[in-house]
């Protein structure tokens, strides 16, 4: 029986992805599991997997068309098998991110909407507009070979590696030379990305009753532990300090799953699985992968698992399974050298800890002045959902967990 494949939410807030290439075609077998289209989402650009084995029989929209989530994209079924009740409608192409008026949406028999925007000059996706921005690219000088000419991330990066790109020449002055008077304004376009981190942070101030609660942690025995375990490791597979914390975190949410939730209405729902969310870096803001079951996990599943997400997020390549279903999230900043910060909750989630940089620093301990390793997390949380004093006990329940690592071990 043909099963129908939908455009799927990634995040509580998605409401429409940009399909942008079909990888299967009609007629084509697929598995399950198997890559059926790559879409474009504020946040990055996704591989839809197809949740059905069989003969691809029919393709909905066309690829540079915005579609609304839950909204059939393509059917999947035997070879032969006759569709009833379905149809194409002959929707408009996305040219460009940059969003004019939108036109009267029209609903067929399976509830597409298709709009239609205006076309910039330069027709570009938001990734490769962001790598372009980051590398000087002139976009151009660049033949697009997504729908309708645009440009898209490979062809910037098959022009990059051979060398066939005009660069924009950034004005710059020589050490010794003469002062510059005036330096014009400049003017950037924000991306998808950023708009889309800019309204979550917003609603999550605007919302959501923060307080902090901060801990120093001593690190002495995690970083020997760490030391330890990735001399028996590849390097490939050694383990980070932020492996332990995260190993830590989940076990610790175990001990108060009233942090492990979210508030709805007036209920506040402890979560059964701890998924632990791991802000990364990527072009033009930031992107939260998930760990799934991270209490459950030893140290190098965690470890391989974030590695594997995090290359996928900056690749652009990430699965939807990578970024949804988090519970409780962490943003570590200890590779840049930051002593104390804190960070705004990820909703609807109801706290986030954030962690700066393990540090040689000057302890006392028994009245004896000695060098060790201290770190310090803060955690933010819901005020409507937890107070300060189970926010304190869950920073010390962590800290035996860090401050003696072989518990997390066994």
Do not use: C
Request: charged share 20%; proline share 5%.
């Amino acid at each position: 029986m043909a099963e129908t494949i939908s455009m799927p939410k990634l995040g509580f807030d998605m409401a429409e992805g940009l399909l942008v290439r079909w990888v299967k075609q009609v007629g084509e077998n697929i598995n399950k599991g198997d890559v059926l289209a790559e879409i474009e989402t504020d946040k990055a650009t996704v591989e839809v997997e197809s949740s059905a084995s069989g003969v691809v029989l029919q393709l909905i929209v066309d690829q540079g068309t915005m579609v609304p989530v839950n909204a059939p994209i393509a059917i999947i079924g035997s070879a032969g098998e006759v569709i009833s009740g379905q149809s194409s409608v002959n929707s408009k192409k996305v040219a460009d991110e940059k969003p004019a008026t939108r036109s009267t949406p029209i609903v067929d028999s399976v509830q597409q909407i298709s709009v239609a925007l205006d076309v910039d000059s330069v027709k570009a996706s938001p990734l490769a507009k962001k790598i372009a921005r980051d590398q000087k690219v002139d976009l151009s000088h660049i033949q697009g070979t997504g729908p309708g000419g645009r440009i898209v991330r490979k062809d910037i990066e098959a022009a990059l590696s051979s060398s066939k790109l005009s660069p924009v020449v950034s004005q710059s002055v020589a050490f010794l030379g003469p002062p510059i008077s005036s330096i014009e304004n400049k003017t950037i376009q924000t991306t998808k990305l950023r708009q889309a981190i800019g309204r979550r942070l917003v609603e999550s101030k605007s919302t959501i009753p923060h307080f902090y609660v901060t801990h120093e942690f001593k690190m002495d025995a995690l970083m020997d532990m760490r030391k330890q375990v990735n001399a028996y490791l590849p390097e490939h597979e050694k383990v980070s300090v932020n492996d332990f914390i995260l190993k830590g975190v989940a076990l610790s949410l175990r001990q108060f799953p009233n942090l492990n939730a979210t508030l709805k209405g007036g209920e506040v729902i402890q979560f059964g699985h701890v998924n632990i969310g791991v802000a990364v870096t990527v072009p033009g803001g930031l992107m939260t992968v998930v760990v799934k079951d991270t209490d459950q996990k030893t140290l190098r599943q965690i470890s391989g698992e974030v590695k594997s997400m995090a290359t996928r997020a900056r690749e652009g390549k990430v699965k939807p399974d990578d970024i949804d279903g988090s519970t409780f999230s962490t943003s570590n900043l200890g590779m840049y050298d930051v002593e104390e910060f804190i960070a705004i909750i990820n909703p609807p989630e109801a706290g986030i800890l954030a962690i700066s940089s393990a540090r040689e620093v000057p302890v006392v301990e028994s009245g004896q002045l000695k060098i060790g390793w201290k770190m310090k997390a803060t955690i933010s949380v819901d005020h409507r959902v937890s107070d300060g004093a189970e926010a304190a006990q869950f920073m010390q329940a962590l800290a035996g967990y860090l401050e003696n690592p072989v518990r997390m071990l066994l």
